[in-house]
């Protein structure tokens, strides 16, 4: 059910006791999933809304109120950010609005993130190192899933299985994607706290700091490069590069030099789950923006090379033959021995230097970056789950850079779907 700015204003009345609400504006959200606004209350304090729109995204804020009370004072006081807290609630039938004390600043789309520049990539690097330093006894504590490295990649052909299923990937695509899944050496990390819902708009900026993180509705312990595959749909690679050297700077533990190929593939097989997510409720809108951004994707990796995600090389691929035997199969061996073979084993063709591949606009209501979930058992939790690795990554010094860093930053610009923008602009 979606509700309008003014319908959260009464609401958060009712959910905190002397709450008077003299200004309201949309927010920027999830517009799938939560109607959210921004109020201003008669002593001049803000406040902020978020209200379901259907019972399972009320869980997920059932979910985050349990997040929130584990961020213990001491806890807090370790992070680089502010964290909400929630100051009532209410409950409509099956739903459950939430009202958070709100903290300074506002959300930035993903352009102007990247044009404020300044120290904003190096705040929301070290921002994504805090969350991913958090102690993980604390997702214990909230019961939350918990996945190990190989857990979590063997979680993954099950959803290109359903992804395939529908017959609407580019197959290009789907081999693509079973490659990386076939590469061991790619999912050798050492599992940590996870948001599981970042993008820009859950970032929170003021005088170019990062002054809070919000949206803590999907914690878990699991693959930290699920956390930076909203940042490659940027355009100005120097900015996703910056918000890299600056979270390995401040980890406190070794990062995996292979984090950004696992973001990238993260990224790219959300537009599948989004296409899943879309035909499993009936919208066939929605379903036919992400084929079409699928689609998009595919011809742009096929005109421009694309990033390898794999660490290790595809199968050797065969070059064509020639035109005048791709019409005449039974041409004669006397044309083999004049040199032109049908097929000959060359290697990998050279690609061209990829171009940046543009953006198609981001469909209403869609999800950021991995937050195209095949609904809530994408992130179920998973048993015997204890939150440790099965290997350790190769070692790669906080203050030095990935021994394949070029390999694992440079990478395609890919099609991204969209958080409507309700409050776009909006006064928070």
């Not at 009464?10 to 606004?37: E, H, I, K, W």
């Not at 017959?167 to 076939?182: C, F, S, T, Y």
């Not at 600056?246 to 696992?262: I, T």
């Amino acid at each position: 059910m979606r509700r309008t700015p003014m319908e959260l204003a009464a609401m958060a009345s009712a959910a905190v006791p002397g709450l008077s609400p003299r200004g309201v504006a949309g927010a920027p959200d999830d517009a799938a999933d939560f109607t959210s606004a921004v109020l201003l209350d008669d002593v001049g304090k803000q406040w902020r809304v978020r209200s379901p729109r259907h019972p399972e995204a009320s869980i997920r804020l059932e979910t985050e109120l349990l997040v929130l009370r584990t961020f213990t004072p001491a806890i807090r006081a370790e992070l680089p950010f502010q964290v909400p807290a929630v100051a009532g609630t209410v409950r409509q039938g099956d739903l459950r609005t939430f009202v958070y004390n709100h903290v300074p600043g506002m959300s930035l789309d993903l352009e102007s993130l990247v044009a404020q520049g300044g120290r904003i990539p190096t705040e929301i690097g070290r921002a994504m190192a805090g969350i991913h330093d958090l102690p993980q006894a604390m997702v214990d504590r909230a019961v939350l899933p918990s996945y190990t490295a190989d857990e979590f990649r063997q979680r993954k052909p099950n959803e290109l299985d359903q992804a395939a299923t529908t017959g609407r990937i580019p197959p290009a695509l789907l081999r693509r994607w079973e490659h990386a899944l076939e590469d061991v050496t790619l999912w050798k990390f050492n599992p940590c706290v996870v948001h599981g819902d970042l993008h820009e708009d859950n970032l929170l900026i003021a005088d170019g700091h990062v002054t809070s993180v919000a949206g803590w509705t999907d914690l878990r312990i699991g693959d930290p490069a699920d956390d930076f595959a909203w940042l490659i749909a940027v355009h100005e690679q120097a900015f996703a590069e910056v918000v890299l050297e600056a979270y390995n700077e401040y980890r406190k533990e070794p990062v995996d030099p292979h984090l950004m190929r696992r973001a990238a593939l993260a990224a790219e097989f959300a537009l599948a789950q989004w296409l899943v997510r879309g035909l499993a409720a009936n919208d066939e809108a929605m379903a036919a923006e992400a084929q079409e951004m699928l689609a998009e994707l595919e011809s742009d990796i096929r005109e421009h090379g694309g990033q390898q995600i794999s660490v290790e090389a595809p199968p050797v691929p065969l070059r064509p033959a020639s035109a005048a035997q791709e019409a005449d199969p039974g041409a004669p061996a006397e044309a083999k021995a004049a040199g032109e073979p049908r097929v000959v084993l060359l290697g990998p063709v050279a690609p061209p230097q990829p171009a940046p591949a543009a953006v198609p606009p981001r469909p209403a209501g869609a999800p950021q970056g991995p937050r195209a979930r095949t609904e809530q058992a994408a992130a179920g939790p998973a048993p015997g789950g204890d939150g440790g690795s099965a290997e350790n990554p190769q070692e790669a010094g906080s203050a030095g850079t990935p021994a394949d860093e070029a390999s694992t930053t440079s990478l395609p610009v890919i099609p991204r779907p969209q958080v409507e923008r309700a409050g776009e602009g909006a006064g928070r």
